[in-house]
C-alpha cells in the first residue's frame, strides 16, 4: 500500500505565506513525476504545480512568481511554497504523485493524498 499525506495548511492573511508538505510512504520503488492541485467550494479542482523527479517544474499562470514546487527524493516528498498569498488562493490543496511498486517497477499508479484547508482571509 501506498500513502500521501499532506500537511502545512491553514488560515493566513492574505500577502502571507505557507510552506505545503506532502510525503509518500509504503511500499514504493520510484516516485515519478508530483503535482499540487486545488479545489476551491463550487469549482473544479485545477492543477497549480507540476515537478518531475529530475525537477523540472510547471505552473498555472495565476501562481507564477508566488508559489514554488519543490522536492527532496530521498525522502519521497514534495512542497509547495506558497508567497504573497491572496483570498482567491482559498481551497483544499491536494497532492498528486505517479508511484511504482518493486514487484512491478516500470508500471507507475496515480496517488492523491486526501488534501489539506489553505484559507487567505483577513
Known amino acids: 500500500q501506498v500513502q500521501l499525506v499532506e500537511s502545512g495548511g491553514g488560515l493566513v492573511q492574505p500577502g502571507g505565506s505557507l510552506r505545503l508538505s506532502c510525503a509518500a510512504s509504503?511500499?514504493?520503488?520510484?516516485?515519478?513525476?508530483m503535482a499540487w492541485y486545488r479545489q476551491a467550494p463550487g469549482q473544479r479542482r485545477e492543477l497549480v504545480a507540476t515537478i518531475t523527479h529530475g525537477g523540472s517544474t510547471n505552473y498555472i499562470n495565476s501562481v507564477k512568481g508566488r508559489f514554488a514546487i519543490s522536492r527532496d527524493n530521498a525522502k519521497n516528498t514534495v512542497y509547495l511554497q506558497m508567497n504573497s498569498l491572496k483570498p482567491e488562493d482559498t481551497a483544499v490543496y491536494y497532492c498528486n504523485a505517479q508511484i511504482s511498486g518493486p514487484s512491478f517497477p516500470f508500471q507507475e499508479y496515480t496517488y492523491w493524498g486526501p488534501g489539506t484547508q489553505v484559507t487567505v482571509s483577513s
Open positions: 509504503g511500499n514504493i520503488f520510484r516516485v515519478g513525476a
